[in-house]
């Protein structure tokens, strides 16, 4: 029923902020991770702070922050979703950046104040273009891809915040963060039906 719902766009509405939701692209309305992460940035001063989304989908997240004062760069894997947030922005009349990018291959190295990620983190190698917010690869590629290239973005005041559900495999990516020289520490936790979300501040070691 919901996958038929999503096979054509669909508009959501949130805090002031109106978006369409192509068909492919994540949308935040369904799933309660979007939702749990906008609380929590509600908390926190964005205002004239530079900030990395990583895997944007929809964007919303971004426009919410744009829409407070952030300095805003949104990234996805996905040209849909790239489309997607560029017609949101415009929609909103809200700056952002926006770019096509697998991981941080297409972002011009800078430090950027806050970074935050809603990633994949099922199993599984993605086959299709929709299929790279699900799934992390068999071995959590997507994670060491993340921790690898991390590092360039940051400086040792940053802010990373990344929201997991105790349904995917976090010892896993804990140990791909602590490889590649980071911690990871909840600092929320919310249960929700059947499932529970996490928000982990990420910490460098080094």
């Given amino acids: 029923m919901l996958q038929r719902y999503l096979a054509k766009p669909r508009r959501y509405n949130y805090n002031g902020l109106s978006i369409v939701v192509q068909p492919g692209v ?8 979007t939702k749990l992460f906008l609380e929590f940035l509600k908390e926190q001063e964005l205002k004239g702070k530079t900030l990395l989304e990583v895997g944007a989908g929809s964007g919303l997240i971004s426009f919410y922050a744009a829409s407070v004062g952030a300095i805003v760069t949104a990234i996805d894997i ?20 926006v770019s096509y990018s697998d991981m ?3 972002v011009a190295t800078q430090k950027f104040d806050i970074v ?29 891809k993340l921790f690898s290239g991390l590092t360039k973005f940051i400086n040792p005041t940053s802010r990373v915040w990344m929201i997991l ?9 804990k140990a791909i963060a602590a490889s590649n020289g980071f911690s990871m520490q909840a600092v929320l936790e919310r249960a929700k039906y059947w ?9 460098s070691n080094r």
């Fill in 26 to 33: 994540f949308h935040p309305g369904f799933f309660f991770s």
């Fill in 78 to 97: 996905s040209k849909t979703a790239v489309e997607n947030i560029k017609n949101n922005a415009l929609l909103n009349k809200l700056k952002i950046e």
């Fill in 104 to 106: 941080f291959s297409n």
């Fill in 116 to 144: 935050i990620v809603a990633p994949p983190y099922y199993k599984k190698y993605p086959q299709k273009e929709a299929e790279h917010a699900w799934y992390c690869g068999e071995n959590g590629e997507y994670f060491s």
């Fill in 165 to 173: 559900s105790d349904d995917c495999d976090i010892q896993m990516i």
């Fill in 195 to 203: 499932e529970i979300n996490y928000i982990f501040e990420i910490s």
